[in-house]
């Protein structure tokens, strides 16, 4: 039986200069983490390249899957090991590869060889691998500008890999390659996406929900962190703090004019996220707005909000229109725990006519009506915490 690799390749961090070895060591070491289940497996890393090879050839597609999901990588496959000689690299083409072919119309071949003392040079290597689909395959077109197939061969310095279905890879950062940043996470669909933005970028994630109960119900809480396992698919382990905001929305609610609520409860989140950003080493926080969505996400409302941030705020879904943001959330499989109608926010505190364009001078003298210092030890003292893992076994 042939032996079968996943071929890994690196994503930008090829880009990196010195500090490459840095982010190299990190994705190998989030491959390593990703297979652990897996048990026994060889990795290697050559040119850019990871190669993965289970020690059961029948984990391969299970190991593949679990990859898929590990960010650095620009794109993988699962390829079949050849000798370095024509005779098998054809072999492998015959055997392994017109099989796959089954239903495909039209193909080019594309050989590479890093390997310079190989004896064929790569147009001549193509034209044998193309020849011999050929010779099997007749009906099959060679399209060399939009084929559906691209047959590769690559003639390395151990072996030729010959492959015929590479995919993307999930693109980014190897995560944890950029710090920690601090994810407000709601039970909504654009924070999940925001985090995962993030978390492609290669920032470790940190989660902080803020809930109302008893306004809003257990299966809410329950909701969000079904969504934090969601985005363990791609961070593996995520910390979760949850506060409980309610005293405080209805310390709002009672002395503050209504237009202002939402707004003042957003700067109270961002002071609670401001503490636990800095308990947890974060250097950032991360919400999922985009702009003119609703009355809290203009550009007076995020201004005055984000005042009172002590660190940078980063809004990766900020230019993004809902469509794109929602296809997102289905790409990462959030979309349909999201639109559970388990709301965060309970319409008890939504105001009816929020303000458009808050003027800061009047939500401070909404706020001096408020013992804010209270309001936060008294929201600190509510929190919690948990270790989320990821929700499926792959
Ligand atoms: P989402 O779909 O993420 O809930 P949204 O469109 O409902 O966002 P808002 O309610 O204005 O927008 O919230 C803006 C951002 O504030 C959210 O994306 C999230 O990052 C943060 N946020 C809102 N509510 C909560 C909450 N209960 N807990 C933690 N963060 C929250
Ligand atoms: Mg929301």
Redesign the pocket.
Known sequence: MTKRVILMKYGELILKGANKYVFEDLLLKNIKKRLSPLERYEVRVMQSTVYITPEEDSLTEDAFERLKTVFGVASMCIAYQADKTLDDILRVVRENIVPELEGVKSFKADARRSDKSFPLTSPELSAEAGGAVLSLRPDIKVDLYHPEVTLMVEVRDRAAYVHAATQKGAGGMPYTSSGKAL??????????V?GYMMARRGAQIEA?????YPYTSERALEK?MKLGRQLCRYTDTMNVTVIN?TEMQLEIKKKCNEEYFTIIL?RF?MRLANIIAAQRGCLAL?????LA??A??TMPALAVTDSVAEIPVLRPLIGMDKNDIVEIARHIDTFDT?ILPYE??CTVFTPRHPKLRPDEQKVRAEEQKLDSDRLISEALATLREEKLACDRNF
């Open positions: 994810l407000l996470l709601s039970g909504g669909i654009d924070s999940p925001a902080l929900h803020f809930e109302s969000v905001l957003r989140m991360v919400t999922g707005e985009s969505q609703v809290s996400q999201s965060d926010c």
